[in-house]
Protein backbone atom coordinates (compact mmCIF):
# COMPACT_ATOMS: atom_id res chain seq x y z
CA UNK A 1 0.00 0.00 0.00
CA UNK A 2 1.37 3.14 -1.29
CA UNK A 3 1.59 6.06 1.63
CA UNK A 4 -0.47 8.90 0.82
CA UNK A 5 1.86 11.89 2.37
CA UNK A 6 1.27 15.22 3.97
CA UNK A 7 1.33 18.52 1.85
CA UNK A 8 1.63 22.14 2.85
CA UNK A 9 -2.00 22.85 1.77
CA UNK A 10 -3.10 19.77 4.55
CA UNK A 11 -0.96 21.47 7.14
CA UNK A 12 -2.73 25.44 5.94
CA UNK A 13 -5.87 23.36 6.49
CA UNK A 14 -5.13 22.15 9.82
CA UNK A 15 -3.81 25.69 11.54
CA UNK A 16 -7.72 27.02 9.96
CA UNK A 17 -8.87 24.24 11.85
CA UNK A 18 -7.14 24.01 15.04
CA UNK A 19 -6.17 28.17 15.73
CA UNK A 20 -8.83 28.99 18.06
CA UNK A 21 -8.21 25.90 19.93
CA UNK A 22 -4.00 26.13 20.08
CA UNK A 23 -1.90 28.91 21.83
CA UNK A 24 0.30 31.13 19.34
CA UNK A 25 3.01 30.82 20.45
CA UNK A 26 5.49 33.39 20.49
CA UNK A 27 9.54 33.52 18.97
CA UNK A 28 12.15 34.64 21.26
CA UNK A 29 15.69 35.73 20.62
CA UNK A 30 18.66 36.62 22.44
CA UNK A 31 21.24 38.90 21.13
CA UNK A 32 23.76 36.84 23.82
CA UNK A 33 23.07 33.18 22.30
CA UNK A 34 23.08 35.30 18.76
CA UNK A 35 26.77 36.67 19.99
CA UNK A 36 27.65 33.25 21.50
CA UNK A 37 26.68 31.39 18.10
CA UNK A 38 27.22 33.66 15.55
CA UNK A 39 23.86 33.46 14.02
CA UNK A 40 20.76 34.98 14.38
CA UNK A 41 18.33 32.31 16.01
CA UNK A 42 14.62 32.53 16.61
CA UNK A 43 13.29 30.29 19.30
CA UNK A 44 9.64 29.24 17.95
CA UNK A 45 8.43 28.26 21.96
CA UNK A 46 6.05 25.49 21.95
CA UNK A 47 6.76 25.50 25.88
CA UNK A 48 3.93 28.11 25.93
CA UNK A 49 1.47 25.49 24.26
CA UNK A 50 -1.25 24.15 25.70
CA UNK A 51 0.03 21.45 27.73
CA UNK A 52 3.16 22.26 27.91
CA UNK A 53 4.37 21.08 24.16
CA UNK A 54 3.18 21.39 20.50
CA UNK A 55 1.45 17.90 21.09
CA UNK A 56 -1.15 19.45 21.74
CA UNK A 57 -1.45 20.70 17.98
CA UNK A 58 -1.06 17.33 16.48
CA UNK A 59 -3.81 16.15 18.73
CA UNK A 60 -6.23 18.92 18.42
CA UNK A 61 -6.18 18.51 14.86
CA UNK A 62 -6.84 14.68 14.94
CA UNK A 63 -10.17 15.20 16.63
CA UNK A 64 -11.26 17.90 15.23
CA UNK A 65 -11.24 15.65 11.74
CA UNK A 66 -13.24 12.56 13.23
CA UNK A 67 -16.68 12.75 11.88
CA UNK A 68 -19.54 13.06 13.90
CA UNK A 69 -19.73 9.06 14.43
CA UNK A 70 -16.19 8.73 15.53
CA UNK A 71 -16.77 11.49 17.31
CA UNK A 72 -19.58 9.82 19.85
CA UNK A 73 -17.21 6.70 20.22
CA UNK A 74 -14.10 8.45 21.66
CA UNK A 75 -10.76 8.58 21.18
CA UNK A 76 -7.93 6.16 22.38
CA UNK A 77 -4.05 6.09 22.72
CA UNK A 78 -1.24 4.41 24.10
CA UNK A 79 0.94 6.62 26.04
CA UNK A 80 2.81 8.25 29.13
CA UNK A 81 4.63 11.44 27.82
CA UNK A 82 2.79 14.17 26.73
CA UNK A 83 0.77 12.86 23.55
CA UNK A 84 -1.35 11.81 26.57
CA UNK A 85 -2.46 14.76 28.08
CA UNK A 86 -2.74 16.40 24.74
CA UNK A 87 -5.23 13.92 23.80
CA UNK A 88 -6.98 13.86 26.70
CA UNK A 89 -7.49 17.70 26.83
CA UNK A 90 -8.03 18.01 23.21
CA UNK A 91 -11.13 15.07 23.68
CA UNK A 92 -12.13 17.19 26.75
CA UNK A 93 -12.64 20.63 25.43
CA UNK A 94 -14.62 19.33 22.00
CA UNK A 95 -16.89 16.95 24.64
CA UNK A 96 -15.39 13.69 23.45
CA UNK A 97 -14.35 10.41 25.74
CA UNK A 98 -10.18 10.11 25.40
CA UNK A 99 -8.58 6.38 26.99
CA UNK A 100 -5.34 6.66 27.61
CA UNK A 101 -3.81 3.57 28.16
CA UNK A 102 -0.91 3.94 30.92
CA UNK A 103 1.81 1.41 32.08
CA UNK A 104 1.59 1.12 35.53
CA UNK A 105 4.90 2.00 36.41
CA UNK A 106 4.27 5.86 35.26
CA UNK A 107 4.68 8.36 37.82
CA UNK A 108 1.37 9.37 39.08
CA UNK A 109 2.24 13.00 38.34
CA UNK A 110 1.44 11.69 35.00
CA UNK A 111 -1.43 9.69 35.07
CA UNK A 112 -2.93 12.82 37.52
CA UNK A 113 -2.12 15.09 34.53
CA UNK A 114 -4.70 12.67 32.02
CA UNK A 115 -6.96 12.70 35.04
CA UNK A 116 -7.03 16.20 35.38
CA UNK A 117 -7.80 17.11 31.81
CA UNK A 118 -10.64 13.58 32.32
CA UNK A 119 -9.21 11.22 30.45
CA UNK A 120 -10.01 7.60 31.54
CA UNK A 121 -6.80 6.10 32.44
CA UNK A 122 -6.34 2.53 31.74
CA UNK A 123 -2.76 1.12 33.57
CA UNK A 124 -1.39 -2.16 32.22
CA UNK A 125 2.28 -3.97 32.25
CA UNK A 126 5.40 -1.66 31.24
CA UNK A 127 5.66 -3.32 28.45
CA UNK A 128 4.90 -2.72 24.70
CA UNK A 129 3.41 -5.68 23.85
CA UNK A 130 0.70 -4.53 26.45
CA UNK A 131 -0.02 -1.70 26.38
CA UNK A 132 -0.83 -2.62 22.39
CA UNK A 133 -3.23 -5.47 23.89
CA UNK A 134 -4.97 -3.67 26.18
CA UNK A 135 -5.58 -0.67 23.28
CA UNK A 136 -6.68 -3.39 21.40
CA UNK A 137 -9.19 -4.49 23.83
CA UNK A 138 -10.36 -0.77 24.40
CA UNK A 139 -10.72 -0.49 20.42
CA UNK A 140 -12.91 -3.60 20.28
CA UNK A 141 -15.01 -2.83 23.33
CA UNK A 142 -15.58 0.96 22.38
CA UNK A 143 -15.13 1.34 18.87
CA UNK A 144 -13.04 4.28 19.72
CA UNK A 145 -10.62 5.65 17.15
CA UNK A 146 -6.60 5.43 17.86
CA UNK A 147 -4.56 8.20 17.23
CA UNK A 148 -0.60 7.21 17.26
CA UNK A 149 0.91 9.68 18.77
CA UNK A 150 3.44 10.35 15.71
CA UNK A 151 2.78 7.85 12.78
CA UNK A 152 -0.41 9.85 11.62
CA UNK A 153 -1.62 11.99 8.84
CA UNK A 154 -3.62 14.66 10.91
CA UNK A 155 -1.17 14.30 13.87
CA UNK A 156 1.53 15.52 11.62
CA UNK A 157 -0.35 17.97 9.66
CA UNK A 158 -1.21 19.42 13.16
CA UNK A 159 2.70 19.42 13.88
CA UNK A 160 3.41 20.94 10.96
CA UNK A 161 2.08 24.06 11.99
CA UNK A 162 4.16 25.79 14.41
CA UNK A 163 6.52 26.28 11.31
CA UNK A 164 3.63 27.91 9.45
CA UNK A 165 3.37 29.92 12.14
CA UNK A 166 6.98 30.38 12.63
CA UNK A 167 7.26 31.41 8.91
CA UNK A 168 4.42 33.70 8.80
CA UNK A 169 6.38 35.69 11.39
CA UNK A 170 9.92 35.31 10.05
CA UNK A 171 9.91 34.19 6.20
CA UNK A 172 13.44 35.06 5.54
CA UNK A 173 14.98 32.43 7.58
CA UNK A 174 17.61 29.82 6.20
CA UNK A 175 17.76 27.01 8.09
CA UNK A 176 14.83 25.50 10.00
CA UNK A 177 15.56 22.60 13.06
CA UNK A 178 13.46 20.42 14.88
CA UNK A 179 14.58 17.97 16.73
CA UNK A 180 13.39 13.92 16.20
CA UNK A 181 11.82 11.33 18.25
CA UNK A 182 9.11 9.70 16.48
CA UNK A 183 9.38 12.30 13.59
CA UNK A 184 5.49 13.41 14.09
CA UNK A 185 7.28 17.22 14.60
CA UNK A 186 10.08 17.05 11.99
CA UNK A 187 7.77 15.28 9.45
CA UNK A 188 5.62 18.26 9.64
CA UNK A 189 8.32 20.74 9.96
CA UNK A 190 9.39 19.70 6.95
CA UNK A 191 6.65 19.47 4.83
CA UNK A 192 5.24 22.99 5.61
CA UNK A 193 9.05 24.56 5.82
CA UNK A 194 9.49 22.86 2.30
CA UNK A 195 6.53 23.46 0.84
CA UNK A 196 6.59 27.42 1.99
CA UNK A 197 9.99 27.37 0.21
CA UNK A 198 11.90 25.23 -1.15
CA UNK A 199 15.47 26.84 -0.29
CA UNK A 200 15.05 26.71 3.42
CA UNK A 201 16.99 23.81 4.59
CA UNK A 202 15.39 21.53 7.05
CA UNK A 203 17.39 19.98 9.69
CA UNK A 204 16.85 17.67 12.32
CA UNK A 205 18.79 17.54 15.37
CA UNK A 206 18.97 14.07 17.07
CA UNK A 207 20.83 13.03 20.90
CA UNK A 208 23.66 10.65 19.65
CA UNK A 209 22.20 8.32 22.15
CA UNK A 210 18.98 7.47 20.36
CA UNK A 211 20.64 8.23 17.20
CA UNK A 212 17.59 5.56 15.22
CA UNK A 213 16.89 8.35 13.01
CA UNK A 214 20.16 9.07 11.94
CA UNK A 215 20.77 5.66 11.01
CA UNK A 216 17.65 5.39 9.08
CA UNK A 217 18.50 8.38 7.37
CA UNK A 218 21.95 7.24 6.40
CA UNK A 219 20.83 3.58 5.66
CA UNK A 220 17.40 4.60 3.76
CA UNK A 221 15.46 1.80 5.92
CA UNK A 222 14.39 2.48 9.54
CA UNK A 223 16.68 1.52 12.06
CA UNK A 224 14.67 0.74 15.37
CA UNK A 225 15.81 2.32 18.62
CA UNK A 226 17.07 -0.23 20.93
CA UNK A 227 18.44 0.71 24.81
CA UNK A 228 18.03 4.45 23.87
CA UNK A 229 20.26 6.43 26.23
CA UNK A 230 19.84 9.95 26.49
CA UNK A 231 18.30 12.99 28.67
CA UNK A 232 15.89 13.85 26.27
CA UNK A 233 13.32 11.63 26.76
CA UNK A 234 10.87 13.26 24.61
CA UNK A 235 12.62 11.27 21.86
CA UNK A 236 13.30 7.90 22.88
CA UNK A 237 10.94 6.54 20.06
CA UNK A 238 11.74 5.25 16.71
CA UNK A 239 9.84 6.32 13.39
CA UNK A 240 7.41 4.40 11.85
CA UNK A 241 6.46 3.97 8.05
CA UNK A 242 4.67 7.85 7.82
CA UNK A 243 7.30 9.69 9.57
CA UNK A 244 10.28 8.06 7.86
CA UNK A 245 8.89 8.25 4.25
CA UNK A 246 8.51 12.34 4.64
CA UNK A 247 11.66 12.74 6.47
CA UNK A 248 13.89 10.69 3.65
CA UNK A 249 11.87 13.15 0.99
CA UNK A 250 11.76 16.55 2.57
CA UNK A 251 14.76 16.50 4.96
CA UNK A 252 18.12 17.96 4.37
CA UNK A 253 20.46 16.30 6.69
CA UNK A 254 20.27 14.80 10.81
CA UNK A 255 23.04 15.99 13.26
CA UNK A 256 23.54 14.24 16.68
CA UNK A 257 24.85 15.33 19.76
CA UNK A 258 26.38 14.02 22.82
CA UNK A 259 24.77 14.92 26.27
CA UNK A 260 27.14 17.35 27.98
CA UNK A 261 26.63 19.67 24.99
CA UNK A 262 22.30 19.26 25.21
CA UNK A 263 22.93 20.14 28.92
CA UNK A 264 25.01 23.29 28.24
CA UNK A 265 22.14 24.44 25.68
CA UNK A 266 19.18 24.04 27.92
CA UNK A 267 21.01 26.01 30.47
CA UNK A 268 21.50 28.40 28.03
CA UNK A 269 18.27 28.88 27.17
CA UNK A 270 16.88 28.95 30.50
CA UNK A 271 19.50 31.59 31.75
CA UNK A 272 19.19 33.83 28.96
CA UNK A 273 15.45 33.14 27.63
CA UNK A 274 14.08 32.95 31.25
CA UNK A 275 12.41 30.20 30.04
CA UNK A 276 12.24 26.36 31.16
CA UNK A 277 12.43 23.99 27.89
CA UNK A 278 12.83 20.32 28.34
CA UNK A 279 16.24 18.49 27.55
CA UNK A 280 14.66 17.51 24.11
CA UNK A 281 14.22 20.85 22.50
CA UNK A 282 17.59 21.88 23.90
CA UNK A 283 19.23 19.59 21.44
CA UNK A 284 18.53 22.31 18.38
CA UNK A 285 20.77 24.42 19.99
CA UNK A 286 23.23 22.28 20.88
CA UNK A 287 23.46 21.29 17.16
CA UNK A 288 24.26 24.82 16.31
CA UNK A 289 26.51 25.47 19.10
CA UNK A 290 28.92 22.09 18.36
CA UNK A 291 28.56 23.07 14.96
CA UNK A 292 29.36 26.92 15.07
CA UNK A 293 31.44 26.88 11.63
CA UNK A 294 28.65 25.44 9.46
CA UNK A 295 25.92 27.51 11.15
CA UNK A 296 27.54 31.18 10.86
CA UNK A 297 25.63 33.72 10.04
CA UNK A 298 22.46 31.78 9.06
CA UNK A 299 19.01 32.70 10.46
CA UNK A 300 17.60 29.74 11.65
CA UNK A 301 14.30 29.07 13.52
CA UNK A 302 14.49 26.59 15.96
CA UNK A 303 11.22 24.43 17.53
CA UNK A 304 11.60 24.24 21.01
CA UNK A 305 9.09 21.45 21.41
CA UNK A 306 8.31 21.59 25.12
CA UNK A 307 8.63 22.43 28.61
CA UNK A 308 7.36 19.36 30.95
CA UNK A 309 10.78 19.07 32.95
CA UNK A 310 10.55 17.51 36.61
CA UNK A 311 13.24 19.88 37.87
CA UNK A 312 13.06 18.44 41.23
CA UNK A 313 14.85 15.05 39.60
CA UNK A 314 16.99 16.82 37.32
CA UNK A 315 20.65 17.14 37.44
CA UNK A 316 22.51 19.48 35.82
CA UNK B 1 14.26 68.80 54.48
CA UNK B 2 11.14 67.44 53.54
CA UNK B 3 10.94 64.81 50.49
CA UNK B 4 9.94 65.70 47.39
CA UNK B 5 7.57 62.55 46.33
CA UNK B 6 7.34 61.34 42.73
CA UNK B 7 4.13 61.62 41.09
CA UNK B 8 1.92 59.45 38.49
CA UNK B 9 2.79 61.99 35.93
CA UNK B 10 7.11 61.33 36.62
CA UNK B 11 6.06 57.74 35.95
CA UNK B 12 4.46 58.60 32.77
CA UNK B 13 7.57 60.81 31.92
CA UNK B 14 9.48 58.43 33.00
CA UNK B 15 8.23 55.91 30.42
CA UNK B 16 8.15 58.11 27.56
CA UNK B 17 11.89 58.49 28.26
CA UNK B 18 12.98 55.04 28.17
CA UNK B 19 10.37 53.10 26.68
CA UNK B 20 12.68 53.01 23.53
CA UNK B 21 15.15 51.62 25.66
CA UNK B 22 13.40 48.81 27.29
CA UNK B 23 11.39 45.32 26.77
CA UNK B 24 7.97 46.26 27.18
CA UNK B 25 7.12 42.26 28.45
CA UNK B 26 4.10 40.35 28.81
CA UNK B 27 1.85 39.65 30.88
CA UNK B 28 0.97 36.27 31.32
CA UNK B 29 -2.30 34.24 32.69
CA UNK B 30 -2.57 30.47 33.65
CA UNK B 31 -5.72 28.90 34.08
CA UNK B 32 -4.66 26.13 36.42
CA UNK B 33 -3.11 28.74 38.84
CA UNK B 34 -6.52 30.70 38.36
CA UNK B 35 -8.21 27.33 39.50
CA UNK B 36 -5.95 26.56 42.23
CA UNK B 37 -6.32 30.50 44.17
CA UNK B 38 -9.65 30.88 42.71
CA UNK B 39 -8.66 34.51 41.68
CA UNK B 40 -7.72 35.97 38.52
CA UNK B 41 -4.23 36.64 38.47
CA UNK B 42 -2.24 39.08 36.03
CA UNK B 43 1.27 37.50 35.98
CA UNK B 44 3.93 41.05 34.52
CA UNK B 45 7.13 39.11 33.86
CA UNK B 46 9.70 41.40 34.41
CA UNK B 47 11.93 38.46 34.15
CA UNK B 48 11.69 39.13 30.61
CA UNK B 49 13.45 42.43 30.73
CA UNK B 50 16.72 43.42 30.05
CA UNK B 51 19.39 41.92 32.20
CA UNK B 52 16.29 39.84 33.57
CA UNK B 53 15.10 42.03 36.06
CA UNK B 54 12.86 45.47 36.33
CA UNK B 55 16.20 47.13 37.55
CA UNK B 56 17.18 48.11 34.29
CA UNK B 57 14.06 50.33 34.09
CA UNK B 58 15.52 52.54 36.85
CA UNK B 59 18.63 52.24 35.93
CA UNK B 60 18.24 53.49 32.40
CA UNK B 61 15.48 56.82 33.65
CA UNK B 62 18.67 57.49 36.20
CA UNK B 63 20.91 57.75 33.03
CA UNK B 64 18.86 58.91 30.87
CA UNK B 65 17.85 62.17 33.29
CA UNK B 66 21.40 63.58 33.57
CA UNK B 67 22.38 66.77 32.01
CA UNK B 68 25.35 66.31 29.54
CA UNK B 69 28.21 67.19 31.99
CA UNK B 70 26.92 64.39 34.08
CA UNK B 71 26.62 61.94 31.33
CA UNK B 72 30.51 63.00 30.26
CA UNK B 73 31.48 62.18 33.66
CA UNK B 74 29.66 59.24 34.15
CA UNK B 75 27.84 56.98 37.18
CA UNK B 76 29.03 54.38 39.96
CA UNK B 77 27.40 52.66 42.62
CA UNK B 78 28.01 50.02 44.55
CA UNK B 79 25.83 46.82 43.90
CA UNK B 80 26.50 43.10 43.85
CA UNK B 81 23.02 42.17 42.10
CA UNK B 82 20.80 43.04 39.76
CA UNK B 83 21.20 46.91 39.84
CA UNK B 84 24.82 46.44 39.04
CA UNK B 85 24.13 44.68 35.74
CA UNK B 86 21.21 47.18 34.96
CA UNK B 87 23.06 50.08 35.45
CA UNK B 88 26.65 49.02 33.69
CA UNK B 89 24.34 47.63 30.35
CA UNK B 90 22.13 51.07 30.75
CA UNK B 91 25.16 53.21 30.57
CA UNK B 92 26.89 51.59 27.64
CA UNK B 93 23.92 51.99 25.66
CA UNK B 94 24.12 55.52 26.03
CA UNK B 95 27.62 55.58 25.94
CA UNK B 96 28.42 56.67 29.42
CA UNK B 97 31.37 55.13 32.02
CA UNK B 98 29.39 53.07 34.76
CA UNK B 99 31.53 52.40 38.02
CA UNK B 100 30.62 49.15 40.40
CA UNK B 101 31.48 48.76 43.50
CA UNK B 102 31.49 44.85 44.45
CA UNK B 103 32.79 43.36 47.47
CA UNK B 104 35.76 40.70 46.54
CA UNK B 105 33.59 37.51 47.42
CA UNK B 106 30.82 38.35 44.95
CA UNK B 107 30.50 35.35 42.68
CA UNK B 108 32.73 35.28 39.44
CA UNK B 109 29.58 35.00 37.70
CA UNK B 110 28.35 38.58 39.15
CA UNK B 111 31.09 40.26 38.38
CA UNK B 112 31.50 39.13 35.09
CA UNK B 113 28.02 39.67 34.15
CA UNK B 114 28.90 43.39 35.10
CA UNK B 115 32.54 43.62 33.28
CA UNK B 116 30.28 41.62 29.90
CA UNK B 117 28.23 45.12 29.90
CA UNK B 118 31.39 47.29 30.08
CA UNK B 119 31.17 48.13 33.56
CA UNK B 120 34.18 48.86 35.61
CA UNK B 121 34.45 46.66 38.45
CA UNK B 122 35.84 47.76 41.44
CA UNK B 123 36.60 45.28 44.61
CA UNK B 124 36.52 45.95 47.94
CA UNK B 125 36.40 44.61 51.07
CA UNK B 126 32.61 42.72 52.15
CA UNK B 127 31.78 45.39 54.59
CA UNK B 128 28.77 48.08 53.80
CA UNK B 129 31.58 50.45 55.27
CA UNK B 130 34.21 49.43 52.56
CA UNK B 131 31.50 49.63 49.81
CA UNK B 132 30.61 53.27 50.95
CA UNK B 133 34.42 54.22 51.57
CA UNK B 134 35.39 52.84 48.14
CA UNK B 135 32.39 54.88 46.26
CA UNK B 136 32.74 57.69 47.95
CA UNK B 137 36.25 58.11 47.12
CA UNK B 138 35.55 57.31 43.01
CA UNK B 139 33.27 59.56 43.49
CA UNK B 140 35.68 62.52 44.62
CA UNK B 141 38.27 61.40 41.80
CA UNK B 142 36.03 60.96 38.88
CA UNK B 143 32.85 63.57 39.63
CA UNK B 144 30.79 60.86 38.72
CA UNK B 145 26.54 60.69 39.88
CA UNK B 146 25.96 57.75 42.33
CA UNK B 147 22.71 55.71 41.34
CA UNK B 148 21.32 54.38 44.15
CA UNK B 149 19.47 51.09 43.37
CA UNK B 150 16.13 52.20 44.93
CA UNK B 151 16.07 55.79 47.64
CA UNK B 152 16.41 57.91 44.16
CA UNK B 153 13.70 59.47 42.28
CA UNK B 154 14.35 58.88 39.19
CA UNK B 155 15.00 55.06 39.91
CA UNK B 156 11.98 54.95 41.54
CA UNK B 157 9.90 56.47 38.64
CA UNK B 158 11.58 54.01 36.28
CA UNK B 159 10.48 50.93 38.35
CA UNK B 160 6.82 52.27 38.66
CA UNK B 161 6.63 52.00 34.19
CA UNK B 162 5.95 48.34 34.50
CA UNK B 163 2.74 49.13 36.31
CA UNK B 164 2.05 51.72 34.07
CA UNK B 165 2.05 48.71 31.15
CA UNK B 166 -0.05 46.43 33.26
CA UNK B 167 -2.36 48.88 33.98
CA UNK B 168 -2.49 50.30 30.45
CA UNK B 169 -3.09 46.34 29.26
CA UNK B 170 -5.72 45.17 32.42
CA UNK B 171 -7.09 48.57 33.55
CA UNK B 172 -9.70 46.53 35.79
CA UNK B 173 -7.62 44.75 38.52
CA UNK B 174 -8.84 45.10 42.02
CA UNK B 175 -5.22 44.33 43.57
CA UNK B 176 -1.93 44.70 42.02
CA UNK B 177 0.88 43.00 44.51
CA UNK B 178 4.79 43.69 44.35
CA UNK B 179 8.01 42.29 46.31
CA UNK B 180 8.97 44.55 49.15
CA UNK B 181 12.80 44.88 49.96
CA UNK B 182 14.37 48.41 49.56
CA UNK B 183 11.75 49.56 48.07
CA UNK B 184 12.41 50.75 44.95
CA UNK B 185 9.72 48.64 42.75
CA UNK B 186 7.30 48.55 45.34
CA UNK B 187 7.28 52.45 46.04
CA UNK B 188 6.88 53.28 42.20
CA UNK B 189 3.93 50.31 41.68
CA UNK B 190 2.16 51.79 44.47
CA UNK B 191 2.98 55.05 42.76
CA UNK B 192 2.26 54.22 39.50
CA UNK B 193 -1.20 52.34 40.78
CA UNK B 194 -3.15 54.83 43.21
CA UNK B 195 -2.11 57.91 40.61
CA UNK B 196 -4.65 55.80 38.00
CA UNK B 197 -6.94 54.76 40.36
CA UNK B 198 -7.14 54.80 43.84
CA UNK B 199 -9.89 52.09 44.37
CA UNK B 200 -7.08 49.98 42.96
CA UNK B 201 -5.25 47.93 46.32
CA UNK B 202 -1.38 47.67 46.25
CA UNK B 203 -0.04 45.06 48.69
CA UNK B 204 3.71 44.68 49.19
CA UNK B 205 4.92 40.55 49.99
CA UNK B 206 7.95 40.10 52.41
CA UNK B 207 9.63 36.94 53.20
CA UNK B 208 8.77 36.42 57.04
CA UNK B 209 12.72 36.27 57.41
CA UNK B 210 13.21 39.56 56.17
CA UNK B 211 10.15 41.36 57.64
CA UNK B 212 11.67 44.72 58.09
CA UNK B 213 9.44 46.57 55.70
CA UNK B 214 6.25 45.37 57.51
CA UNK B 215 7.88 45.96 60.75
CA UNK B 216 8.89 49.84 59.80
CA UNK B 217 5.33 49.90 57.89
CA UNK B 218 3.54 48.95 61.38
CA UNK B 219 5.76 51.11 63.85
CA UNK B 220 5.80 54.01 61.30
CA UNK B 221 9.38 54.46 61.39
CA UNK B 222 12.45 52.29 59.33
CA UNK B 223 12.71 49.35 61.20
CA UNK B 224 16.64 48.09 59.33
CA UNK B 225 16.92 44.81 57.98
CA UNK B 226 18.67 42.70 60.60
CA UNK B 227 20.46 38.85 59.91
CA UNK B 228 17.90 38.79 56.83
CA UNK B 229 17.04 34.41 55.91
CA UNK B 230 15.08 33.98 53.18
CA UNK B 231 16.02 32.14 50.11
CA UNK B 232 14.56 35.61 48.26
CA UNK B 233 18.17 37.15 47.57
CA UNK B 234 16.71 40.56 45.85
CA UNK B 235 14.93 41.27 49.33
CA UNK B 236 17.95 41.74 52.41
CA UNK B 237 17.66 45.28 52.13
CA UNK B 238 16.35 47.85 54.25
CA UNK B 239 13.48 50.56 52.94
CA UNK B 240 15.06 54.42 53.06
CA UNK B 241 14.02 57.58 53.64
CA UNK B 242 12.17 58.40 49.70
CA UNK B 243 10.80 54.80 49.29
CA UNK B 244 9.76 54.22 53.01
CA UNK B 245 7.87 57.73 52.38
CA UNK B 246 5.80 56.71 49.55
CA UNK B 247 5.19 53.24 50.91
CA UNK B 248 3.87 54.90 54.30
CA UNK B 249 1.76 57.08 51.75
CA UNK B 250 0.50 54.80 49.56
CA UNK B 251 0.78 51.02 49.81
CA UNK B 252 -2.46 49.55 51.61
CA UNK B 253 -0.55 46.31 53.56
CA UNK B 254 1.86 44.30 54.02
CA UNK B 255 1.55 41.03 54.05
CA UNK B 256 4.84 38.15 55.00
CA UNK B 257 5.03 34.26 54.06
CA UNK B 258 7.22 32.33 54.92
CA UNK B 259 10.00 30.20 52.88
CA UNK B 260 8.06 26.86 52.03
CA UNK B 261 4.95 28.87 49.85
CA UNK B 262 7.58 30.72 48.19
CA UNK B 263 9.02 27.87 46.57
CA UNK B 264 5.95 26.16 46.20
CA UNK B 265 4.93 29.51 44.58
CA UNK B 266 7.83 29.43 42.58
CA UNK B 267 7.63 25.89 41.55
CA UNK B 268 4.24 26.02 40.60
CA UNK B 269 5.25 29.46 38.08
CA UNK B 270 8.09 27.62 36.39
CA UNK B 271 6.31 23.99 35.85
CA UNK B 272 3.06 26.12 34.80
CA UNK B 273 3.87 29.27 33.42
CA UNK B 274 6.97 27.53 31.96
CA UNK B 275 9.36 30.85 32.91
CA UNK B 276 12.11 30.87 35.25
CA UNK B 277 11.70 33.89 37.69
CA UNK B 278 14.08 34.15 41.03
CA UNK B 279 12.69 33.51 44.57
CA UNK B 280 12.04 36.89 45.49
CA UNK B 281 9.16 37.25 42.15
CA UNK B 282 7.70 34.30 43.67
CA UNK B 283 6.80 36.08 46.70
CA UNK B 284 3.54 37.55 45.36
CA UNK B 285 1.64 34.39 44.57
CA UNK B 286 2.75 33.10 47.72
CA UNK B 287 1.12 35.77 49.65
CA UNK B 288 -1.97 34.63 48.11
CA UNK B 289 -2.01 31.30 47.92
CA UNK B 290 -1.56 31.46 51.93
CA UNK B 291 -4.47 33.67 51.91
CA UNK B 292 -7.21 32.72 49.38
CA UNK B 293 -10.19 33.58 50.76
CA UNK B 294 -8.77 37.47 51.30
CA UNK B 295 -7.94 37.01 47.57
CA UNK B 296 -10.81 34.96 46.39
CA UNK B 297 -12.72 36.11 43.41
CA UNK B 298 -10.33 39.31 43.14
CA UNK B 299 -8.57 40.38 39.55
CA UNK B 300 -5.19 40.83 40.56
CA UNK B 301 -1.91 42.18 39.04
CA UNK B 302 1.50 40.43 40.16
CA UNK B 303 4.58 42.30 38.95
CA UNK B 304 7.69 39.22 39.01
CA UNK B 305 10.49 41.04 39.23
CA UNK B 306 13.19 39.12 37.73
CA UNK B 307 14.42 35.78 36.58
CA UNK B 308 18.03 35.56 37.81
CA UNK B 309 19.05 32.79 39.76
CA UNK B 310 21.73 30.25 39.92
CA UNK B 311 19.68 26.92 39.29
CA UNK B 312 22.62 25.02 39.47
CA UNK B 313 22.94 26.04 43.17
CA UNK B 314 18.91 25.75 44.22
CA UNK B 315 17.79 23.24 45.98
CA UNK B 316 13.98 22.92 45.55
Known amino acids: MSLILPELNDIISAHSRIKD ?46 DDE ?25 GIEATIVMPDNSPSVKINAVRDYKGNVVLCKPTLEARETTLEQIVNEKGCTVIHPYNNFNVICGQGTSAIELLNDYSDLDIVIAPVGGGGLLSGTATAV ?66 DPIKFAMKLIWQRLKIVIEPSSAVTLAVILENKEKFAGKKIGLILSGGNIDFEKFVW
Open 21 to 66: FIHKTPVLTSTLINEITGAELFFKCENFQKIGAFKYRGATNAILCL
Open 70 to 94: AKSKGVATHSSGNHAQALALAAKIN
Open 194 to 259: KGINKNIKVIAAEPEGANDAFLSFKKGEIVSSINPKTICDGLLTSLCDLTFEVIKNRVDEIITVKE
